[in-house]
């Protein structure tokens, strides 16, 4: 399979904890993005990078928030001290400059 | 300020018609996305318009007029597996997307 994969598909955790996701693009893709998507919204866009260049993160990002993408190939994104409010699907999509972004299967969290 | 409009929910029958509109307004503009979204599943490509015109694609067809900031998705021979939520998003001038909320489409018998 050679589209966009993101691990694990699914995440219960504790409130307070810290939890980590992986996403690797499509291979040939430069741009990567990371968004949260909750029921009946559109994806909220978090941040961006160009090959391993982080180039914009959204002003609703708290601190508790950070994504990494070292060497432009795969990334991740890591939530410390987890809240309620993070119980979301989070979704990763690469793209080729403007070309259409191809998205993977999401990684749903739920904090209890 | 950048947004995007779409209608919440729209209902059609199996076989017919149904139009999805969408507006935007961002700062600058790169082309206007069509996703499909089914119930807990990821986002999947449906069309792509950056001209005006219509771009026709099996039975989905988009439109777009950039000087009314407009765009429509067309789903034709509606099928029950169209069921789903109907994504608009506005590419802006620093290539990111801006989605709406979606639409939900339901398909009845």
């Known amino acids: 399979d050679t589209g966009v994969s993101q691990n694990p598909r699914h995440k219960i955790t504790k409130r307070g904890q810290n939890v980590t996701f992986r996403c690797d693009p499509i291979s040939e893709h430069n741009r990567l993005y990371w968004y949260r998507q909750t029921l009946g919204q559109g994806p909220e866009f978090l941040t961006y990078f160009q090959n391993e260049a982080q180039l914009e993160k959204s002003r609703l990002l708290s601190d508790r928030f950070s994504a990494e993408r070292p060497k432009g190939s795969f990334s991740t994104l890591e939530i410390q001290r987890t809240e309620q409010g993070d119980s979301a699907m989070y979704l990763c999509a690469s793209t080729l400059g403007q070309a259409e972004a191809f998205f993977g299967q999401g990684t749903r969290l739920t904090v209890v | 300020g950048q947004n995007i409009d779409q209608p919440t929910e729209m209902t059609a029958t199996e076989g017919a018609i149904v139009q999805i509109n969408c507006t935007y307004q961002?700062?600058?503009?790169?082309?206007l996305f069509w996703y499909q979204q089914h119930a807990g599943e990821a986002p999947t490509f449906l069309s792509y318009?950056?001209l005006d015109g219509l771009e026709e694609k099996g039975r989905f067809s988009s439109f777009l007029s950039r000087s009314k900031g407009y765009s429509y998705l067309l789903l034709k021979e509606l099928q029950m597996k169209d069921s789903a939520s109907y994504l608009c998003a506005a590419m802006d001038s620093n290539y990111q997307l801006i989605w709406g909320a979606g639409t939900k489409l339901i398909i009845k018998p």
């Open positions: 318009n950056v």
């Open positions: 961002t700062s600058g503009f790169n082309g």
